[in-house]
């Protein structure tokens, strides 16, 4: 941005000096406006002098003569100080201000800038200038961005963007909805921020802007690359393979027909975007965007010529942070395509030695992060090629950078590279060591995780889940001492007593010397409870469980002794069990040797079939599969103690099946035959307590009759009439809201006046692992998961919490492995004790049968919950045999 008020004579060659800067001519803009220096000083125009270093300035930024740079601003200021009362000088004081902050965000001081652009807001605030407020407004949040804060930048962004809604189009209007955009989609809204994206594009072009064109374009193209991604699932059968870096899965490859549809077009604008920009750099960022489109679409001669254009282009551009994430970047798409064509060009070592340029690059212009990151990336590409002693060096190094400056987004990817290589050194505890330090430091992270920098492809598929799936499958495997059994001659050379992993026999182990220590077990049990956490705080994008939760072991152990808790943990080649059993300090552990892969099948069929009534013998046959490898072992240890429910803390897809339908074969029944069943969402519940049925009052809401609504229609549900009824009947102190009067408005209403303890609500619904589509249908409007804690959350204390929410009518999204994520956000989000809910719609009379039996027993007897829709379920099961009918319900959370 340059300085709009010149002096006369000044302002021919600062004027000159702009055109040449335009035109990409740097060198040649240096000498005018130094010309232009020289001639404010000769005629002490102190004002014109501060106006042309600071365009000085800029161009010499964009020579990556940083220090130059930087000394030509800071005169500029100087200048500028002692000028306060001069006419328009505090115009040329904000934008002067403006330039610098860009200076330091480039150099990678992104809370210097913010402080910066803070200063030059006031400023334009005070002279009334609302479009430079504007700027520095946009330029805060680009900053904010930077520094992780990204909810900040959305507050920042959207307050500006109301009061420009009415305003006319104009080219800071286009980048206030740009950036407005790209930190809508960074929270997870993709939907609403492609909405923000295309006005600013169609604004820009209106305007002719290319720069800012060109800025839009390359923002879509990340929604659609966005929208790809979350369409693909994580391959948990090879889930060991993730590296920080992704250097084996830096695209996903995949024959979903949406999912391609969705990369083509997010390669088509980042084309355009390359072909639009007037920016070397913005060229170089639109076409490796849409090399990593390439790569996904398997497009290897494409990608292999486009990756020769960029490198020659990086070869011609000054430093900058922005240029040495590109090195890096493209040093992974590089990798990935010499892995997929098996080819020597490039080379290894022309890998090696782009990263080595971008540390040479960030270590020019003092980036303290940029080269943690780049150490780190050339690290990981000698991990890759298998020279260990340099990767761990240069990651050791990496490390020690990243924590210096307190990057705790970069530090954990080094812990967790750390940790892989020390696990391929033999190092088990080492490994173990590095790998918990970085789970540590992403919980450190976890108000804010999606604050991972964007820059370097962070998604949680990729780069948050394999760190504790590997923690757990390194702190679960079968351990043999050397000198009790153990095999001697695996792995490097280890002293006496140490723990060597043994190799994976492909039947139980039951020896002693296989053990897993209790404190791995409980570590283990800790890291998948963090884990699912995370799940949760990625799904919201934002911090979940900000009560204070009770642990699930205080209340087998205090509250409910005939209740144990499982926890099935799907690794690559086997499934582990961990069994708490009540006022029992030590866990039980069992292991069941089969691959992901069969898993995963297994699981998948079983989902389907159970959503097919004429499917009940082919049900049977998987789920007694699946028995056998989660129960049968447990079975003795389980007959011991009177148990009377299980239950369950699952695990990647096992969570889209209920467990009462797993069968036992051997004594032809389901499991929901010999226990009451119930979900946790992980090791803690939100105050546990037992439901009191003298106080049992019920609100009933629910849609009956068809709807349009935001372009979906909903089929009439007939049964929740008699649904409704049937329930009125057995709960006198019940409260009705259907059809019209199901709003949001009238339950928030009810539940202020009245103390309910259970919310019953009958209408369509879907669970989707994308918090955007998981939603209810009321009356007028889907509401969306994350605006239950407004609909629920009203009541002031505890002891007027509601015990109970059941949603009778609702189903997992088709098609999506993690859609029980969206059932779990709704049992956190309401702020119920407990959630009960369908996993597939049912059409039908049984709904209201179930849900009969089941108020019946809540009311009229002592059982809990889980054991109340244990009965429920047992009646259907008499009278319909078919899974189809009475299996969908779950109970999440709170079971007594």
Request: proline letters at 3%; charged letters at 20%; one cysteine or more.
């Amino acid at each position: 941005m340059f300085s709009q008020v010149e002096p006369p004579n000044g302002q021919v060659l600062i004027e000159q000096g702009r055109k040449f800067y335009e035109a990409g001519e740097l060198s040649t803009a240096v000498t005018i406006l130094q010309q232009a220096v020289a001639a404010s000083q000769a005629k002490k125009d102190k004002l014109g002098e501060a106006i042309a270093l600071s365009n000085l300035s800029l161009a010499f930024k964009q020579l990556g003569q940083w220090e130059k740079a930087e000394m030509a601003i800071a005169q500029s200021l100087q200048i500028l100080t002692t000028l306060q009362n001069t006419p328009n000088s505090a115009s040329v004081f904000a934008q002067t201000l403006e330039i610098q902050g860009n200076l330091q965000l480039e150099l990678g001081k992104a809370e210097l800038a913010l402080n910066t652009w803070k200063q030059a807001e006031n400023i334009y605030k005070k002279a009334g200038d609302e479009v430079g407020k504007t700027r520095s407004l946009i330029n805060q949040s680009i900053a904010q961005q930077a520094l992780g804060q990204y909810l900040l930048s959305r507050m920042t962004l959207k307050q500006m963007y109301h009061r420009l809604e009415k305003q006319p189009d104009s080219l800071v209007k286009a980048t206030a909805l740009r950036s407005l955009g790209d930190v809508v989609q960074l929270i997870g809204d993709l939907e609403e921020s492609l909405k923000v994206l295309l006005k600013s594009r169609d604004i820009a072009e209106k305007l002719q802007s290319p720069p800012e064109i060109s800025a839009a374009l390359l923002s879509l193209g990340n929604i659609y690359a966005a929208l790809a991604n979350r369409e693909s699932q994580l391959d948990t059968t090879n889930i060991e393979q993730y590296t920080p870096l992704h250097y084996l899965n830096t695209s996903v490859f995949t024959q979903d027909p949406k999912t391609i549809k969705f990369y083509q077009q997010a390669a088509q604008f980042y084309l355009e975007a390359a072909n639009t920009s007037t920016s070397s750099l913005g060229q170089i960022q639109a076409q490796l965007n849409r090399l990593s489109m390439l790569l996904s679409l398997q497009k290897w001669s494409q990608a292999q010529q486009l990756s020769s254009e960029i490198q020659l282009k990086l070869t011609k551009i000054p430093p900058s942070r922005t240029a040495i994430y590109a090195q890096i970047n493209l040093a992974q798409s590089l990798v990935h395509l010499k892995q997929a064509i098996s080819a020597d060009i490039p080379s290894w070592k022309e890998i090696a030695q782009s990263l080595a340029t971008a540390i040479k690059q960030a270590r020019s212009i003092d980036d303290k992060r940029s080269e943690a990151y780049a150490l780190g990336a050339l690290g990981g590409l000698y991990l890759k090629t298998e020279d260990i002693a340099n990767a761990q060096k240069l990651t050791e190094q990496a490390l020690i950078q990243a924590q210096a400056i307190k990057a705790n987004d970069i530090a954990y990817l080094w812990q967790w590279q750390l940790g892989q290589i020390l696990k391929i050194k033999g190092d088990i505890t080492g490994a173990i060591a590095f790998y918990t330090q970085a789970v540590d430091t992403l919980k450190f992270l976890r108000n804010d995780l999606i604050a991972l920098n964007p820059d370097v492809q962070f998604s949680f598929r990729d780069n948050v889940e394999p760190v504790y799936r590997q923690l757990v499958d390194l702190l679960l495997q079968p351990i043999a001492k050397r000198g009790e059994g153990g095999e001697g001659g695996m792995g490097r050379q280890k002293g006496a007593g140490e723990e060597l992993p043994i190799p994976h026999y492909p039947f139980p182990i039951t020896h002693s010397q296989f053990s897993v220590s209790q404190d791995n077990l409980k570590q283990a049990r800790n890291v998948i409870e963090a884990l699912q956490l995370s799940e949760l705080e990625n799904f919201f994008r934002e911090a979940c469980l900000q009560e204070k939760p009770k642990q699930i072991d205080d209340v087998v152990d205090k509250i409910d002794s005939t209740a144990a808790v499982i926890y099935p943990i799907i690794l690559k080649d086997r499934i582990e069990i961990i069994l708490k059993l009540p006022n029992k300090s030590e866990l039980s552990h069992y292991r069941t040797y089969k691959q992901a892969n069969e898993v995963e099948i297994t699981l998948e069929k079983l989902g389907q079939y159970l959503k097919e009534p004429d499917r009940v013998n082919d049900v049977k046959k998987l789920s007694q599969k699946i028995y056998s490898w989660l129960i049968q072992p447990l079975e003795a240890d389980l007959a011991k103690i009177n148990m009377k429910t299980l239950v369950f803390v699952l695990d990647g897809s096992l969570r889209n099946i209920p467990m009462g339908v797993l069968y036992d074969n051997k004594h032809k029944e389901y499991l929901i035959e010999k226990y009451a069943i119930a979900l946790a969402p992980g090791l803690q519940l939100i105050d546990p307590k037992r439901l009191r049925r003298g106080e049992l009052n019920v609100l009933i809401a629910g849609v009956s009759e068809e709807r349009k609504i935001e372009g979906r229609s909903f089929p009439p549900l007939k049964n929740v009439i008699v649904e409704s009824e049937k329930i009125h009947s057995t709960i006198p102190k019940s409260q009705e809201l259907l059809n019209r009067t199901f709003t949001e408005k009238n339950v928030q209403n009810q539940i202020k006046e009245a103390a309910f303890s259970v919310v019953h609500i009958a209408t369509h619904g879907e669970f989707s692992s994308n918090a955007e589509k998981t939603f209810i249908l009321t009356w007028e409007q889907l509401l969306k998961v994350k605006d239950f804690d407004n609909l629920l959350r009203l009541r002031t204390t505890s002891d007027r919490a509601i015990e109970l929410l059941v949603l009778s009518a609702c189903q997992t999204a088709s098609g999506d492995k993690r859609a029980t994520l969206g059932l779990a956000g709704i049992a956190v989000r309401a702020g119920t004790r407990s959630t009960l809910a369908t996993l597939w719609s049912i059409e039908d009379q049984s709904t209201a049968e179930l849900m009969n039996q089941f108020y019946k027993h809540l009311a009229d007897t002592r059982e809990t919950k889980a054991e109340a829709l244990r009965h429920a379920q047992l009646a259907l099961l008499a009278k319909y045999q078919t899974p189809y009918f009475w299996a969908p319900y779950v109970l999440v959370g709170n079971w007594l």
